[in-house]
């Protein structure tokens, strides 16, 4: 089942001690191109998400949204800068010494200084956070290729419907083809006989017009390639793969032999046909630049 460019997902879960918020959407792009959006703390994620997503999404401009509240008092590291603090105590007791000052030093007094003390929260065990993060990403991306896959029948039908069109036009086309060559015989034996009157007229001279004639307009290898692109078109759209960029170059494919028959075409309902084929293959080729 083709799958649209085009999606969205979204999952929420409360995982020891955290409230998780992951978002997925994506646009058309003619490549796989992700954006992440996660707290500056949590950046190292961003390679674990890509390689999650890869696995789902061959194409597509992808935002991917992962938001972390903590849930529980998260601990915190408070450490001393043991070279800043002796150096605040050697300069007091200078002070002390130089003034003939009481040297009145305590611990409280020396934390109180700039910098002697920092607080920062305690690391993160990456491992353990993409444990309780990835099933919650999973979950999104899940209900992201879900709506995907959604979107994907719906221009799978489109496309197909499209497919049906021309080859009904294809159908009277091959049906159409010979009788312009008939039609080319009788009026020019019409017009043979009103030049020469009643001059023999030889035949064989009109069956030789009428071959180059026919060999002039002759659409057969076109249709049978067409009829080959359009079941073509059938298979690859009932592939699980990533067909976007296979079926682009098909409809190039179906475009080019359309605009020879219409190249060939020496009749006006043919042409008409033709013209017809031409726009189911534009509108085709507007919907599958949605495939992935």
């Known amino acids: 089942m083709v799958k649209s460019m085009t999606g969205f997902g979204r999952a929420q879960a409360s995982v020891e001690g955290y409230n998780i918020t992951v978002e997925i959407r994506s646009v058309n792009h003619r490549y796989f191109e992700l954006y992440t959006k996660l707290p500056r703390t949590y950046s190292f994620l961003e390679e674990k998400i890509k390689s999650l997503l890869s696995t789902q999404i061959a194409r597509g401009k992808v935002e991917c949204s992962l938001q972390l509240e903590a849930t529980a008092d998260e601990s915190v590291v408070v450490a001393v800068n043991e070279p800043l603090a002796a150096g605040y105590v050697q300069a007091i007791k200078e002070i002390s010494e130089k003034f003939n000052l009481s040297e009145d030093v305590s611990a409280l007094s020396i934390a109180r200084f700039s910098d002697v003390l920092s607080i920062s929260k305690a690391p993160v065990d990456e491992d353990e956070l993409w444990a309780k993060v990835s099933p919650v990403i999973s979950a999104a991306l899940e209900d992201f290729v879900s709506m995907r896959q959604v979107e994907g029948e719906k221009l799978s039908k489109d496309v197909l419907s499209r497919a049906d ?69 059938h298979q690859l759209l009932a592939s699980d793969e990533a067909v976007g960029r296979k079926l682009d170059f098909l409809v190039q494919e179906i475009n080019r032999e359309a605009n020879t028959i219409g190249s060939k075409a020496q009749d006006v309902d043919i042409a008409r046909r033709v013209i017809d084929i031409k726009a189911e293959v534009e509108k085709i080729r507007e919907q599958i630049q949605n495939i992935e």
């Open 165 to 233: 069109i021309i080859i009904n036009n294809v159908s009277y086309i091959e049906e159409r083809s010979p009788e312009t060559v008939k039609q080319y015989s009788e009026k020019l034996l019409e017009r043979m006989k009103t030049v020469l009157g009643d001059t023999q007229i030889d035949e064989a001279r009109i069956l030789t017009e009428a071959a180059v004639y026919a060999d002039k307009v002759a659409v057969a290898e076109e249709t049978v390639r067409l009829r080959s692109h359009i079941d073509q078109l």
